[in-house]
């Protein structure tokens, strides 16, 4: 049987989620077909047939599909998921909101956040807040499967020659229909799929501050930047600067946290970097129990003479 994953994209290309997924699935054995569904979608089609090892593209477009919304996009799922003994999504936002609306049709167990595929029927996931491990193995006939991102290395996003094959659209549902939207603006690389990782904590002590101390480090490095909770809740950094297990999981080449003291939330989210440094007074911090290399200074000095030596 073949797997299906389900893309994520913005009907012009691919998100990088889709390439780590696409990883997975082809751990699970068989072939593996991308979904497309969105609206004037064949430039994302296109660059999902472009992905390694992808044996088949399904482009599904209608105007419901253009804005990714939920419950048209599950609807779509659950039309061509007949074929598919695999269901994967990225653990993502989207994904999530997506993966268990196809499970509770289906009336399947979901598998979350796997890190490992075992075999076609066992996975590996992490649980309390990633401090141990489950193995999983699922009896059902479809396996709905969400996909931490940073447990799989991507596919390659070129070298594919996939065919792409048109399926009919579903009906757009009359219970929910796209209002609006309000995107960010952000010039540096996105958060998830960013190299570096610069992140500041409530030690900064305000908006200005995290600004003043954080963003001169950032543009040295060419980071992405991050928040621990406290700062997030502190006002101090934007939402979808948060890292942890109620935020966004990383796990960058580097990851540098400054003035936070490393609660077990935060170390959740990013504790799998391949390097992290950490720069905070208190010595007994937890943060330093996970650090590769551990600073223990006051920030506000810290940082600025490490920007300077950069």
């Not at 167990?109 to 075992?118: A, H, P, R």
């Not at 543009?219 to 997030?232: I, T």
């Not at 600067?241 to 580097?254: D, H, R």
Request: glycine share 10%; hydrophobic share 50%; net charge negative.
């Amino acid at each position: 049987m073949a797997s299906l994953v389900v893309a994520e994209h913005d009907n012009a290309s691919i998100k990088g989620a889709t390439l780590n997924t696409v990883a997975a699935a082809l751990q699970c054995g068989g072939e593996v077909h991308v979904l497309v569904a969105g609206e004037n979608a064949q430039g994302a089609a296109a660059a999902a047939a472009a992905i390694a090892g992808v044996s088949k593209v399904l482009l599904a477009e209608g105007a419901g599909l253009g804005h990714g919304l939920a419950e048209n996009v599950a609807a779509q799922v659950l039309a061509v998921a007949g074929g598919y003994s695999h269901l994967l999504f990225p653990a993502t936002a989207s994904g999530k909101n997506i993966a268990p609306r196809v499970a509770a049709k289906l009336d399947v167990g979901q598998i979350s956040d796997i890190t490992k595929v075992e075999s076609a029927d066992t996975f590996e996931r992490p649980i309390y807040a990633g401090n141990a491990i489950a193995t999983v193995q699922s009896l059902d006939a479809t396996k709905v499967l969400t996909v931490r991102t940073t447990g799989f290395d991507a596919a390659s996003a070129t070298g594919g020659s996939a065919s792409v094959e048109k399926v009919a659209a579903v009906a757009a549902s009359p219970k929910a229909s796209f209002i609006g939207s309000e995107i960010a603006k952000n010039d540096r690389p996105e958060l998830t799929a960013a190299k570096i990782v610069v992140s500041g904590g409530r030690a900064l002590g305000s908006a200005e501050k995290f600004t003043e101390v954080m963003t001169p480090l950032a543009d040295k490095l060419g980071a992405a930047m991050g928040a621990s909770r406290a700062a997030v809740d502190a006002g101090y950094a934007p939402n979808d600067w948060q890292v942890g297990q109620t935020g966004k999981i990383v796990a960058p080449q580097l990851y540098v946290a400054c003035g936070i003291s490393g609660a077990i939330q935060h170390l959740a989210g990013m504790k799998d970097s391949k390097v992290i440094v950490a720069i905070n007074k208190d010595a007994e911090a937890p943060i330093f129990s996970v650090a590769d290399y551990g600073l223990e200074a006051d920030l506000f000095v810290a940082v600025p003479e490490l920007v300077s030596a950069l």
